[in-house]
């Protein structure tokens, strides 16, 4: 009895220890549980942070801060998508690169900010002209970049091209006052000029640097000839960093003639390059090189220098041209130096400043006379005297003209050749020509080639003329014979 008893407690016994390891054992599986649900938990949302924190640094990335427009990163993705479009569609699409010109000018002149005001505004213009099918993008500094997508044919990107330049042409308004940019474009289209991404990149740029040595807000389509013309313009642009070539440099001189007295007023000094490559060069085929390259002061230096030497040996020698004539770039008169160099040179070789004409082109004076306009003054009270060349391609309003501190107006050559060919030249010859005379401005016409156009010319009111009707450019040694010959004869 005793024996079932004592069996039986220790049964029970065993049950309670069974039961309560039991419970123990669910509690604690379930503390582990839970705590296993709260480190997943925990994992899962800092896996979510991450995600996050990754999608927003490759929206930041594909992002320019200051446009706002999307960067190289996704533009390269939406020029590998067209190019797969177009694959399959068999449409064409146009690479356009599009750079602000003398952007470096207007960050010094106003500040960075001031550049940054302007760059949103362009983005800003931009977007206003391109389709939503199109990208524009900012690929740095300057210089953007777009994709205009489902094209016909290359000739529907003129029309886009030309909106551009209508909208990017406008003033923009930055730090109180209105301020004018010009713009190159280059254009390359598929699959005509690249079938690959980076072949269509590099030969839009090729494009865009013809347009640049075209000249302002002027567009260029790529042509296969353009890898020759960027292989000249390395090697030039190489040669430019030898200090002898100065030993290359030639000038020639070519006069202005006054119909009436029948005397040389001025002579024109001209720069030319001897390239032992590409031959004779005149200054507009390397001008721009000049610019960009940071050489045109020196070489601007060197050509005052001995051009005014020339001229005062003409002066000794009894040959009496009244005056020199030289052109200056934008860059010379931007450097706060120039005017005093000018004025050391002038004493050193002992010239009268009065004698010196610097000739400034009409474009570059479009929207930038503010950042001139010191060295103009110190020139002027210096007794040097200031001309405008290419005048009359309308760039600047005759109206405006009293605003600009010169003393001599060129009428472009490209209305000279008109003067006969159309009442409407010959109508704003004699405006300009009038204007002058009323202003008490001296004006010279350039390219006057023929007996008509200086009889024309001389109907007109205009009798400072230069052209090959009396001389072609000379160098030095052959002014005696123009003034004993050439001139006074066709004058």
Same mark, same amino acid.
Not at 162 to 184: E, G, H, K, M, W
Not at 310 to 324: E, R, T, V
Not at 348 to 359: F, H, M, S, V
Not at 410 to 439: D, F, Y
């Given at each position: 009895?005793?024996?079932?008893?004592?069996? *039986?407690?220790?049964?029970?016994?065993?049950?309670?220890?069974?039961?309560?390891?039991?419970?123990?054992?669910?509690?604690?599986?379930?503390?582990?549980?839970?705590?296993?649900?709260?480190?997943?938990?925990?994992?899962?949302?800092?896996?979510?942070?991450?995600?996050?924190?990754?999608?927003?640094?490759?929206?930041?990335?594909?992002?320019?801060?200051?446009?706002?427009?999307?960067?190289?990163?996704?533009?390269?993705?939406?020029?590998?998508?067209?190019?797969?479009?177009?694959?399959?569609?068999?449409?064409?699409?146009?690479?356009?690169?599009?750079?602000?010109?003398?952007?470096?000018?207007?960050?010094?002149?106003?500040?960075?900010?001031?550049? =940054?005001?302007?760059?949103?505004?362009?983005?800003?213009?931009?977007?206003?002209?391109?389709?939503?099918?199109?990208?524009?993008?900012?690929?740095?500094?300057?210089?953007?970049?777009?994709?205009?997508?489902?094209? $016909?044919?290359?000739?529907?990107?003129?029309?886009?091209?030309?909106?551009?330049?209508?909208?990017? $042409? !406008?003033?923009?308004?930055? &730090?109180?006052?209105?301020?004018?940019?010009?713009?190159?474009?280059?254009?390359?289209?598929?699959?005509?000029?690249?079938?690959?991404?980076?072949?269509?990149?590099?030969?839009?740029?090729?494009?865009?640097?013809?347009?640049?040595?075209?000249?302002?807000?002027? +567009?260029?389509?790529?042509?296969?000839?353009?890898?020759?013309?960027?292989?000249?313009?390395?090697?030039?642009?190489?040669?430019?960093?030898?200090?002898?070539?100065?030993? =290359?440099?030639?000038?020639?001189? !070519?006069?202005?003639?006054?119909?009436?007295?029948?005397?040389?007023? $001025?002579?024109?000094?001209?720069?030319?390059?001897?390239?032992?490559?590409?031959?004779?060069?005149?200054?507009?085929? +390397?001008? /721009?090189?000049?610019?960009?390259?940071?050489?045109?002061?020196?070489?601007?230096?060197?050509?005052?220098?001995?051009? &005014?030497?020339?001229?005062?040996?003409? /002066?000794?020698?009894?040959?009496?041209?009244?005056?020199?004539?030289?052109?200056?770039?934008?860059?010379?008169?931007?450097?706060?130096?120039?005017?005093?160099?000018?004025?050391?040179?002038?004493?050193?070789?002992?010239?009268?400043?009065?004698?010196?004409?610097?000739?400034?082109?009409?474009?570059?004076?479009?929207?930038?006379?503010?950042?001139?306009? %010191?060295?103009?003054?110190?020139? /002027?009270?210096?007794?040097?005297?200031?001309?405008?060349?290419? +005048?009359?391609?309308? /760039?600047?309003?005759?109206?405006?003209?009293?605003?600009?501190?010169? =003393?001599?107006?060129?009428?472009?050559?490209?209305?000279?050749?008109?003067?006969?060919?159309?009442?409407?030249?010959?109508?704003?010859?004699?405006?300009?020509?009038?204007?002058?005379?009323?202003?008490?401005?001296?004006?010279?016409?350039?390219?006057? =080639?023929?007996?008509?156009? %200086?009889?024309?010319? &001389?109907?007109?009111?205009?009798?400072?003329?230069? *052209?090959?009707?009396?001389?072609?450019?000379?160098?030095?040694?052959? +002014?005696?014979?123009?003034?004993?010959?050439?001139?006074? !004869?066709?004058?």
């Amino acid at each position: 009895m005793n024996v079932v008893i004592n069996t *039986g407690i220790f049964l029970i016994g065993a049950l309670i220890i069974i039961l309560l390891g039991s419970y123990l054992y669910s509690r604690q599986f379930s503390r582990m549980k839970r705590q296993l649900f709260l480190t997943e938990n925990m994992l899962a949302q800092e896996k979510n942070k991450e995600i996050e924190l990754e999608n927003t640094l490759k929206n930041t990335a594909g992002i320019d801060d200051v446009t706002g427009l999307p960067n190289r990163h996704i533009f390269i993705d939406r020029l590998n998508q067209a190019i797969n479009q177009s694959e399959r569609s068999e449409m064409i699409f146009a690479i356009i690169f599009l750079s602000l010109d003398g952007f470096k000018i207007i960050n010094e002149a106003l500040g960075l900010s001031a550049g =940054d005001e302007i760059l949103k505004e362009a983005a800003s213009r931009m977007q206003t002209v391109i389709r939503k099918i199109d990208t524009a993008s900012r690929i740095g500094g300057n210089e953007f970049v777009l994709i205009l997508t489902q094209l $016909t044919k290359p000739e529907s990107v003129i029309f886009m091209v030309q909106r551009f330049l209508t909208a990017l $042409t !406008q003033p923009f308004y930055v &730090c109180n006052q209105d301020i004018f940019i010009t713009v190159s474009i280059g254009i390359a289209v598929y699959p005509a000029d690249g079938k690959e991404g980076d072949e269509l990149l590099k030969n839009a740029d090729n494009a865009l640097n013809q347009a640049k040595l075209t000249g302002p807000n002027s +567009f260029q389509f790529y042509q296969k000839e353009m890898y020759h013309l960027s292989r000249r313009e390395l090697t030039l642009t190489t040669d430019l960093r030898n200090s002898a070539i100065y030993n =290359d440099f030639i000038i020639y001189y !070519q006069p202005s003639v006054n119909i009436e007295t029948k005397q040389i007023l $001025t002579m024109e000094a001209m720069l030319h390059w001897q390239h032992p490559e590409f031959g004779l060069l005149k200054y507009d085929d +390397f001008s /721009k090189l000049l610019e960009n390259s940071g050489h045109v002061i020196p070489i601007g230096d060197w050509l005052l220098r001995t051009a &005014c030497q020339q001229f005062l040996i003409w /002066k000794k020698a009894g040959l009496n041209p009244q005056s020199l004539m030289i052109k200056v770039s934008i860059k010379q008169l931007e450097n706060p130096h120039f005017t005093y160099n000018l004025s050391q040179i002038l004493k050193e070789i002992g010239l009268n400043p009065t004698a010196l004409i610097l000739e400034i082109s009409e474009l570059i004076l479009v929207g930038k006379l503010n950042l001139i306009e %010191k060295s103009l003054q110190i020139l /002027k009270k210096q007794g040097i005297q200031v001309g405008m060349s290419e +005048f009359g391609t309308g /760039k600047i309003a005759l109206q405006d003209l009293r605003h600009f501190s010169i =003393d001599f107006l060129r009428i472009a050559s490209s209305l000279i050749k008109e003067v006969g060919q159309n009442e409407e030249t010959r109508a704003i010859v004699q405006m300009i020509v009038g204007l002058a005379n009323t202003l008490g401005l001296r004006v010279l016409a350039e390219g006057v =080639d023929t007996e008509a156009q %200086k009889q024309i010319l &001389c109907e007109l009111g205009c009798f400072i003329m230069q *052209g090959e009707l009396f001389s072609q450019p000379l160098l030095p040694e052959n +002014f005696t014979e123009l003034v004993e010959q050439a001139v006074i !004869q066709h004058a």
